[in-house]
């Protein structure tokens, strides 16, 4: 009977094939009434570089589309109102409950509520006899009446969650309600109170944070769980982290029930927005825990618009669009493609060990890399260089392990200097404790692992262990497992599933011979002893040559770590003590070893001494007093590298202002507009010249905005409170705006914001931001053009990032929630705009009272998440060398591909470098964040220079 049964459906459909082509047209579309063509749900379309682009902003879009049955129900229900009013609804018609449904959504912030089309037209599948399996992925029982039923089930459409079965036609689950859609941190709201059963496409602005979803669904069981799925056919995620239930108010409840519903949840998801790609469908789904069915009750589409600028023509498509028109081949290439795999003695098949690129920031409950098949990886670099990869370990229940990593090693038996770092998470208490979300628990110390075995014990917080009974205390050795983020409050901080991140670093010299090297990392149970899993990953050196003599000028400000060493010491008294001198020597060696030059005060001048500033690595000398100058002068080597930088930012209205000048007398004076600040720097540059006899004086400024002189209130500075009596000597006289006046009067290394860079005609990007205004645009042309002009006439061109662009902005910087690739392609940014050098305020910006950063939890400064700290202190893990952020290594990284980049520009000319750039950058707005592009192109870069070099 089962045979004649499937016999006759596919005659059935045969014959609906027929009929629906005799009736005109194809059996896979609808009438031409605003149709649409019914897509292969196999297929996965793609949508390009620039289709992304042309999303309108802050749209939510709500997808009425029909959903196959996947059981016909006993009877045929009322058809359900779309719309379920928050408060129990008194009766009306459906045409009332849309017009409510239709002020609501009009409340929606930054847009307005469309329709989107559906990608496929409804179908009504044959009726199983039995419930379709929820599981896709499990093997079918080989009952043959059960394979017979399964044969029957449809294809999954466009609309029904993929591969999980949307059930509401027979009124198990319906009626949802998205009440808010926002950025956890910016508090962005893209949707509020928008209410249909169906699915929503929604546009953000953000590319990183978490996405907060809420809402509430109405169901018809009693045990459930709640969880959720990035992609079609992916794992589903059941997370307390990510899904969880909140309370909603009665009416919700009455509301559903008058719906038919027994049971009415609030629900509250993040979502993470790193972890999937603009376009992709989150899928939303419920748990019966009695009978282990899923049921799919909403499909989000997430656009993200950030980066992309506004591309709405050809013409600039053509202009910013990433790797436009270019056919330089950017494909995945690894050098070496065919890999030893290798297997552990006592291989335990529960712990997992996967790799991945260095700029893939992975929080700690990130489990999905588990699913990646990167059992192994390629380090692609060149001589005298620094590159690094990562690799993460999972294990589900606790345990203490060694790590033991060889040499990178080639054929020759010749090596290369091997590094292993632990990664350190921010934990969750600090984080909220600063205000920001527990969800973000990035990684961010890299400490050497030699180190971190020796300390551990004394400086990590948190849990591993599942309860209190269980938990593990650290020692020497690395823990992995569930973890949570107390020591003692697991109620709040629950044990989840977590990993831990490791970096692996290879560097060369300029000996190194070319070629591919192998190291075999070991993973040991502490312990018994043994090996329970193993990988090769490998390193391929090109016969590129990168110089001592770094392309980018850098001046990255060191003020007071010394005291954070100490600090340490009274924690530890049984730890060395260093001098100043040792510690202040050691920071600064680091950061030349990572190809930044560190600045400083006085005494940073007078302890390193002059000799250390001829280094070919140290690009660049502050000289804060005449002394100092008159020391180095008649030095050629030092002479080109010395500048002087007073004025912070000037134009900023800061109050009281403390400026020492460099005749050396100092004063205070209180600047309400931030005029006097630029006035001070005309000062600076006459005492420069005239006091100091430096005619060829570099005066390096650094600022955010310029101030438009045509339209400022002269009458509003503050003449009555410490005035000064250079006011009149240096007042505005004629200019037009700051740029023109600090022009004229000795600015020549200008250090615009990065920002600064932007072209005007994106300037319909969603948080664009301008140094000039369109008045000041139209006098003198854009920044970058005007900047030039500067440029030519003798001057250079710098840049530098801090507090701002915030990390929820569309610009690049090093924050520590910023992608991980921007720390590095901003320097291909820089690159693309001819900036010769960067400045960064500060490095170790420690805040003793409050941060926490002693403890080596998490770099959260008063001025922002990471800003102004890029290393902690060695002293906590008992070493003189700094402890390096993962963040530094992206600049470190990015500061070596710009050097590459000259050397390209050099082999190669200007326009075929541009092109290569152009794949990564194309403006301050319009660069990727994808990292396998980044890994692709610098492999690119690699070979072009080793041709070239032929």
């Not at 209410?195 to 929503?200: I, L, R, S, V």
């Not at 993040?270 to 790609?277: D, G, H, P, Q």
Request: proline content about 5%; hydrophobic content about 30%; charged content about 25%.
């Amino acid at each position: 009977m089962k045979k004649y049964f499937v016999l006759i459906l596919t005659v059935l459909c045969i014959m609906t094939v027929i009929l629906a082509s005799c009736a005109g047209g194809d059996p896979a579309s609808t009438d031409t009434q605003g149709s649409t063509q019914v897509t292969d749900p196999d297929t996965t379309t793609v949508p390009s570089e620039d289709t992304t682009a042309e999303v309108e902003p802050a749209t939510l879009e709500e997808t009425a589309a029909d959903v196959p049955a996947t059981e016909a129900p006993t009877e045929v229900p009322e058809e359900p109102s779309a719309e379920v009013p928050t408060e129990a609804p008194e009766e009306g018609t459906d045409e009332e409950a849309t017009e409510a449904a239709t002020d609501l959504t009009a409340e929606t912030t930054d847009g307005a509520l469309t329709e989107a089309p559906t990608d496929a037209s409804p179908e009504i599948p044959t009726e199983p006899t039995t419930e379709p399996t929820t599981e896709p992925t499990t093997e079918p029982e080989t009952e043959p009446e059960t394979e017979t039923e399964a044969e029957t089930i449809p294809p999954n459409k466009v609309g029904d969650c993929g591969n999980v079965y949307w059930k509401d036609t027979n009124r198990i689950v319906g009626q949802v309600r998205l009440d808010s859609v926002k950025h956890e941190i910016k508090q962005t709201e893209y949707a509020k109170a928008v209410t249909k059963t169906g699915n929503w496409s929604v546009t953000v602005h953000e590319n990183s944070g978490m996405l907060q979803l809420y809402g509430w669904i109405g169901f018809s069981f009693d045990s459930f769980e709640l969880g959720w799925r990035i992609g079609t056919h992916n794992e589903v995620t059941y997370t307390t982290e990510n899904a969880s239930v909140v309370n909603r108010e009665a009416a919700v409840l009455a509301a559903a029930k008058k719906e038919g519903y027994t049971n009415a949840t609030g629900y509250s998801y993040l979502l993470n927005l790193n972890a999937f790609e603009s376009g992709e469908e989150v899928h939303l789904l419920i748990k019966d825990t009695t009978t282990g069915t899923v049921y799919c009750f909403c499909e989000l589409t997430v656009h993200i618009n950030t980066v992309s600028g506004d591309l709405s023509t050809d013409a600039l498509k053509e202009k910013y669009g990433l790797g436009y028109g270019s056919d330089m081949d950017m494909s995945d290439y690894d050098p070496i493609p065919e890999k030893e795999t290798v297997i552990a003695p006592d291989d335990d098949p529960a712990v997992k060990l996967w790799f991945d690129h260095i700029t893939e920031k992975v929080t700690r409950y990130d489990l999905s890399g588990m699913a990646s098949g990167k059992d192994s990886y390629t380090i692609q670099m060149g001589k005298n260089e620094i590159e690094g990869c990562q690799f993460f370990l999972y294990a589900p229940t606790n345990k203490k392990i060694h790590i033991k990593i060889s040499d990178f090693t080639n054929d020759q038996g010749e090596t290369l200097a091997t590094q292993l770092g632990v990664e350190f998470y921010m934990e969750d208490g600090y984080v909220t404790h600063n205000g920001f979300p527990a969800s973000l628990v990035y990684p961010d110390a890299v400490i050497p692992y030699d180190s971190y075995i020796a300390y551990s014990s004394n400086t990590e917080s948190g849990r591993y262990g599942m309860d209190a009974d269980s938990k593990i205390d650290y020692g020497p050795y690395v823990l992995i497992g569930p973890f949570s983020g107390s020591d003692w409050n697991h109620e709040k901080y629950p044990f989840r599933d977590s990993i831990r991140g490791f970096v692996v670093e290879a560097e060369t010299t300029k000996d190194t011979t070319p070629g591919a090297y192998k190291a075999t990392i070991e993973i040991l149970d502490a312990d018994t002893g043994k090996c329970i899993k193993m990988a090769n990953v490998y390193t391929y050196v090109y016969d590129v040559t990168l110089s001592d003599e770094t392309a980018m000028d850098t001046a990255f400000g060191l003020w007071d770590i010394v005291s954070v060493y100490y600090q340490q010491y009274n924690e530890n008294p049984d730890r060395h003590r260093y001098t100043d001198v040792e510690i202040t020597k050691a920071v600064a060696e680091f950061f030349l070893k990572n190809r930044i030059t560190l600045t400083g005060s006085i005494t940073y001048f007078d302890m390193m001494g002059a000799d250390w500033f001829k280094n070919p690595r140290v690009t660049s000398v502050r000289v804060l007093t005449k002394d100092q100058y008159d020391s180095i002068k008649t030095d050629p080597v030092l002479a080109r590298k010395m500048f002087y930088y007073g004025q912070d930012e000037p134009g900023v209205p800061r109050g009281w202002r403390p400026i020492t000048w460099p005749d050396g007398t100092s004063e205070n004076v209180y600047d309400n507009t931030g005029l006097l600040s630029v006035l001070a720097i005309a000062r600076e540059a006459d005492q420069l010249k005239n006091v100091w006899g430096w005619e060829d004086y570099r005066l390096l400024t650094p600022f955010e905005r310029n101030m438009d002189f045509k339209s400022f209130n002269f009458n509003s500075v503050d003449k009555t409170t410490a005035f000064p009596a250079w006011y009149d000597q240096y007042a505005v006289n004629g200019e037009r705006d700051a740029i023109e006046y600090l022009s004229k009067r000795g600015v020549n290394v200008w250090v615009p914001h990065l920002f600064s860079y932007t072209p005007r005609d994106l300037k319909k990007t969603v948080g664009a931001q301008y140094i000039q205004s369109a008045t000041i645009d139209t006098a003198f042309g854009e920044f970058s053009d005007r900047l030039q002009g500067f440029v030519d006439n003798g001057g250079e061109r710098w840049s530098y990032v801090s507090c701002e662009p915030k990390y929820t902005s569309p610009y690049q910087n090093i924050l520590l929630f910023n992608d991980g690739t921007e720390g590095r392609t901003m320097f291909w940014t820089n690159y693309l705009n001819d900036v010769t050098g960067f400045l960064y305020w500060h490095v170790s910006y420690y805040d003793a009272a409050g941060n926490n950063t002693y403890q080596m939890r998490n770099p959260v400064s008063k001025t922002g998440p990471g800003d102004g700290i890029l290393v902690y202190p060695g002293s906590a893990y008992g070493q003189l060398d700094p402890i390096p952020s993962i963040r530094l290594t992206y600049m470190r990284d990015g500061i070596e591909d710009y050097q590459m980049l000259t050397m390209l520009e050099e082999a190669m000319g200007a326009d075929y470098t541009d092109e290569l750039v152009s794949h990564i950058t194309t403006s301050t707005l319009t660069y990727t964040r994808d990292d396998d592009v980044v890994y692709n192109v610098h492999s690119y870069l690699l070979r072009a220079l080793e041709e070239a070099s032929k």
